[in-house]
């Protein structure tokens, strides 16, 4: 404990240092990256620092709701070094995407994470597989700067962030500490239920016809411990939702009663689908996702597949079944 303390205190000393710094969210970015970086921006800019935040692909429409969400970049083409480089809720090289060489060429690598597959490179890494957010490091790590940094909108961002990797405060990685910060955040002046409606909430009504349409066909096995369902190109089409759309529908499935694995499958081209895994205690769905080369948290996992759909399913099926608890 007392060393993860030194380690804050050594990245609030590197940023406050720094006068170029680069923040770089995951691919994909979901709420916690894009909340922890967006967060971190504001309070950097609050005490003087020119600040990049970066991401390989473009934040989702409901993120656009964040304050300071028109600030990212996707612009790899930029020659710009800096003194210090975040990775925000990156655990790997690829995680980083098309951004990791603005990452490598800064002069001080930083990590904030909490997965528990963290093998990224830095000379100074905060990384906490038991706290629910990167989020909540962030608010950690900002308590060591001047109070003025944790101003209502860095508030709101750090709660973005907490709110979506903590399924409202429903997930095992929520703590005392989770809740505390909260109050903390609330006594900031946020307007706590609007975010959670706009961040966690809200659909837009493609994406609630395309939830709906995927979860009619969702698949059950092994005596209805492991389900699935599939987004297939063509429901994108038929709705008119993006991408980002499928985000909830694997949780939709896991809270069926008798469900332990729950599985999405998204086709992202023909024959390529990104894989979202949940589960529930004591099945392991990190250990599912590993099999295929992927990662993620002990019970929120993903990884990458390629095939014709029915090969897919019968392989991830397989190693759901084979990581299922035996009575
Ligand atoms: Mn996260």
Known sequence: ????????????????????????????????????????????????????????????????????????????????????????????????????????????????????????????????????????????????????????NVAALIYAGIISDSGLFSYSSTTAQTHNIAAELYNAGIDASDIAYNIYKKKSKPAFLLANKVLGRTRFFFDDRVGLAVFFLDDFAETGAGQDATEGVVNAIQSVTSVLIAVTLTEIEHNKFRVSIRSKEPAEASAVAAEFGGGGHRLAAGCRLSGPVEEVIERIVKAAGDFLPTE
């Open 1 to 152: 404990m007392q060393k993860e303390k030194k380690d804050l205190d050594q990245i609030a000393a590197v940023l406050s240092e720094a006068k170029k710094i680069a923040l770089i969210c995951h691919v994909t970015p979901d709420g916690d990256t894009v909340g922890s970086a967006l967060a971190l921006y504001a309070a950097l800019k609050k005490i003087g620092k020119a600040v990049d935040v970066f991401s390989s692909d473009p934040i989702g429409e409901k993120l656009k709701y964040l304050p300071f969400s028109d600030k990212f970049n996707i612009n790899v083409n930029h020659s710009a070094i800096y003194d210090a480089a975040v990775a925000v809720d990156c655990g790997t090289k690829g995680r980083l995407g098309d951004m990791f060489g603005i990452f490598n060429s800064a002069a001080v690598k930083i990590c904030l994470d909490h997965h528990k597959d963290n093998n990224l490179i830095c000379d100074y890494s905060y990384v906490d597989p038991q706290i629910s957010s990167t989020a909540e490091i962030v608010f950690l790590l900002l308590k060591r700067f001047p109070d003025k940094c944790l101003d209502k």
